[in-house]
């Protein structure tokens, strides 16, 4: 029998308009192939691949185009099937930003051939762990990081695996769908990444608002009979899927600030991750798609489509009856902490979990900041229990020292203190601005450091240097005199008469 | 196709400052409607005035410190402090009174410490201490509440004005005639003349649980503040604490001697405990921020004010007390801070 748990709560934390049926009522749509595929060989963290194509070769689906840099770095595969084009730098959309890297860009063809083929899936540990690797898996949540490093964790003795289905953030339910259609292949393989790290029960953690996804979870899990998946009902609350909001609200732990869930014996996966690891062990196909979200106002016909890694969005969202007449932004992500694009030819990536396109009426803010009135609802809502109002103060006076005292880099962006703030403050903006100040003032700081030490070094090395000749110097007039001068004039002018005999 | 960028998250904020001050004037309608029928319509003069008077005070300030004039006064706060004083002064003064109190309000408490947010006293009760220490005469003289019925002269429609303009009566009236001590006042003095509660509370003026009117008026007050506390503006934290001090040590001196001592429940409905607690000690911007520091903040709050009533100088002490308290808070708040999530 399937136990079911119901969580208790994190500290802080709204309730908002999930705005989740838009896309969650119709099924995935798997029959998407863009025309073009921008596939970056980029990582979010780790080394960038290494092409390992030619332009004009042809490619199958699932075939290796980007070598990994070392032994633990990702693989890039082809998403579809198709000509290689041209290998050149594009823009991708990458942490919170737009920038360049190198970009394999392919023409796709309708074949669909496929390269892949279930693979013989080791006992051992480590091997395991490369060919997760060499599959390209990252987590899916939307921070890619890479799941063989999370999973390698064997020797921190990890207790849980708490797949993380809860999914907070309104206007997204790609996780919603997919455990709705695939719950078993969500939960093997999860099982299979609780048996790789060495814990003793999975728990798969839901937000009370998908009752579809619950249901098809709890169906599942009776299925396959183990006893060591339980399932967690969550109190919709956002952020509750952040991932320590989620082990506080699942265990009452804390994760200690600036180290991992790992420390304390937990290990948190995307459901989606968990799917694409099944996939892997079953089908032997690499991480080439995930399941996106595409949504909110400014869509036509809003759904949850089967994307190919690599598929610009303007195609995705043609593929979605294209923009309504008022669409005003385009966002990545969800409405909290989503960030917004300035063009649509950009490819969509393994964070890719939501493409969200808003109207005026949606965005519209309000233009005018208060001062803050000290009301405190900010802090009330922080899920880091941090007090917003005097971080904001203490950016506002680049005062550094106070910005790391007040737990400025506890803050997890979660935007709760910019809904309820009655002053409008821009806050969560302000704490981005300010990490990123910090960062740059620390290495200044150490840049400056350093050239103090190579001058300290300079200084002692020249002082030495002065000191010897002073001491020749010395050294010599102490030589010449009193006798020893008389002396030595005499030698100086029989030497020059020498000379003057010689000549 | 191409997007302008602006910054997450992208959702509208649930309220704003308008709304919070808005919300809060709706809260005091109920006690206005009491206040309306125990004491005459004295009390809307004064508001009249005193929002007039913080208008004008306000915008000259904002001027004064270039900043944008129509958003400060739109923002409501300095009509949230007019209507406050105008609440806490009696409802028969002469207009100077209201005038005097807003200004010193808007001008002292709120503009010269750096304006809306940045006040460290609550300007409403620093605009009522500076009329009560400089006008005691003026500002202890009450109208008793149901005048007529008690037996008391009372004063026309068109003589309260001409009384509030001008500060003269009709000819044949004196002050003295229409206006009384607060109970607050008569317990003390009453006290200092060696008679016991019971004797005091013998008079007219006194209800059934706290002063007659008060009583009433106070209850009025309670369902303003539910709402604001349903309304999600202001925390329970404050008003408890201060409640539940005020009750502690009444509850405790009135055991020990309830000759000498009054009942909780006339502490809880005399005097400005019921709007101090719910409309004043709750203003966020003076006081202690931390769900803990409101709780310390709150229960001093109430101690002191008990304290001052019944062996300080003056009848009231609600708005000295929070005036103490509004200096601790920086040092509440240093003390009370949350500890961040995954420290220890």
């Known amino acids: 029998m399937v136990k079911n748990h119901i969580a208790k709560s994190f500290t802080g934390g709204i309730k908002l308009n999930a705005n989740k049926n838009v896309s969650s009522s119709k099924t995935i749509a798997e029959q998407f192939i863009p025309s073009k595929l921008i596939i970056p060989m980029s990582h979010q963290f780790g080394p960038d691949a290494i092409p390992i194509v030619k332009v004009n070769q042809r490619i199958k689906k699932g075939e290796l185009i980007g070598e990994p840099a070392d032994k633990n770095a990702l693989a890039v595969h ?22 360049s890297s190198t970009c394999v860009i392919i023409q796709t063809n309708k074949d669909d051939d496929v390269s892949h083929q279930k693979k013989y899936w080791p006992r051992d540990t480590q091997t395991r762990l490369n060919l997760i690797n060499q599959a390209g898996i990252v987590g899916l949540g939307g921070g890619s990081f890479p799941t063989a490093e999370k999973l390698n964790s064997k020797s921190l003795n990890c207790e849980l695996l708490i797949l993380n289905g809860a999914e907070c953030e309104p206007f997204i339910s790609c996780d919603d769908v997919l455990m709705r259609e695939h719950a078993t292949e969500v939960l093997r393989g999860g099982m299979a990444m609780m048996e790789l790290v060495g814990a003793s029960a999975i728990l798969v953690c839901i937000e009370d608002d998908k009752p ?50 790992i420390n304390i014996g937990f290990i948190c996966q995307n459901v989606g ?41 303007s195609e995705l969202i043609s593929f979605c009856g294209g923009y309504n007449d008022d669409v005003s932004h385009l966002i990545l992500g969800g409405n909290m902490m989503g960030y917004s694009l300035h063009t649509d030819e950009l490819p969509v990536t393994k964070a890719t979990n939501c493409i969200l396109a ?81 960062e740059e003032a620390t290495t200044h700081s150490l840049l400056a450091n350093e050239a103090e030490m190579r001058h300290n070094l300079k200084k002692i090395r020249l002082s030495k240097e002065q000191m010897k000749v002073d001491r020749l110097h010395a050294e010599l007039k102490s030589n010449v005199r009193g006798d020893n001068r008389k002396s030595m004039i005499n030698d100086a002018v029989n030497r020059s008469r020498k000379l003057r005999n010689k000549k | 196709m191409q997007f302008t960028i602006t910054k997450a998250p992208y959702v509208k904020p649930i309220t704003s400052i308008p709304i919070v001050m808005r919300h809060v004037l709706y809260a005091l309608i109920p006690a206005l409607a009491a206040y309306i029928w125990f004491f005459g319509f004295g009390i ?32 409501g706060s300095a009509l949230v402090t007019a209507v406050l004083i105008a609440f806490s002064i009696p409802p028969l003064v002469p207009w100077w009174i209201p005038v005097i109190g807003t200004f010193s309000a808007i001008i002292l408490a709120k503009h010269l410490y750096g304006g809306i947010g940045a006040n460290v006293f609550n300007p409403a009760m620093v605009g009522y201490a500076i009329l009560l220490l400089s006008f005691p005469v003026e ?96 925390n329970w934290h404050i008003p408890v604490s201060v409640l539940t001090s005020m009750m502690i040590f009444s509850a405790l001196f009135y055991a020990i001697d309830s000759d000498q001592y009054l009942s909780p429940g006339f502490h809880l409905l005399s005097g400005s405990t019921i709007i101090g607690a719910f409309f004043i000690a709750t203003d966020p911007t003076s006081a202690a921020t931390s769900n803990k520091g409101r709780l310390i903040y709150g229960f001093g709050i109430g101690s002191l004010a008990y304290a001052i009533r019944t062996w300080g100088g003056f009848p009231d002490g609600f708005a000295f007390a929070v005036l103490l308290m509004n200096s601790s808070v920086p040092l509440l708040d240093r003390y009370t801070r949350p500890r961040i999530y995954g420290k220890s």
């Open chain 1, 273 to 313: 991750t968990a799917y694409a690891l099944d996939r892997y062990i079953q089908l032997g196909e690499p991480q080439i798609n995930r399941v996106v979200t595409v949504t909110g106002q400014g869509i036509k016909n809003p759904q949850n489509v089967l994307v190919p890694i690599g598929s610009p969005i």
């Open chain 2, 139 to 234: 500002m202890t003289h009450w109208a008793p509440p149901l005048a007529e019925e008690l037996g008391y002269e009372v004063l026309g429609f068109w003589s309260t004005i001409i009384y509030a303009l001008s500060s003269s009566l009709p000819i044949d009236t004196n002050i003295d005639a229409i206006t009384q001590a607060t109970p607050l006042d008569m317990i003390k003095s009453g006290i200092k003349n060696n008679s016991t509660i019971t004797e005091i509370r013998m008079d007219p003026l006194f209800g059934k649980l706290g002063s007659f009117g008060w009583e009433w008026i106070s209850i009025y007050t309670i369902f303003g503040g539910l709402y604001l506390l349903y309304k999600g503006i202001i």
């Open chain 1, 78 to 99: 082809a998403s579809c099937s198709g000509q290689v084009t041209a290998i050149e730098q594009h823009q991708e959309p990458i942490v919170g930003e737009v920038s």
């Open chain 2, 44 to 75: 809307c003069i004064n508001i009249l005035i005193a929002c007039i008077a913080a208008v004008v005070s306000e915008a000259f300030m904002l001027y004064l410190r270039k900043q944008p004039i129509t958003q400060g006064i739109t923002d």
């Open chain 1, 358 to 438: 808003i109207n005026k009426s949606q965005e519209e803010k309000s233009t005018q900041i208060w001062p803050c009135i000290r009301c405190g609802d900010c802090a009330s809502v922080c899920p880091a229990k941090l007090l917003p109002q005097r971080i904001v103060k203490a950016y506002t006076n680049k005062n550094f020292n106070k910005l790391e005292e007040l737990g400025l880099k506890d803050c997890i962006e979660c935007g709760c203190c910019d809904v309820v703030c009655p002053s409008h403050i821009p806050l969560t903006a302000s704490f981005k601005n300010a990490k990123y100040l910090t």
């Open chain 1, 212 to 261: 579809e996804a619950l249901n098809a979870v709890y169906d599942a899990a009776g299925q396959l009979n183990s006893k060591l998946i339980q399932i967690v009902t969550l109190p919709t609350r956002y952020p509750a899927g952040g991932e320590k909001q989620l082990i506080e609200a699942v265990t009452g732990k804390e994760v200690p600030s600036g180290e991992y869930p």
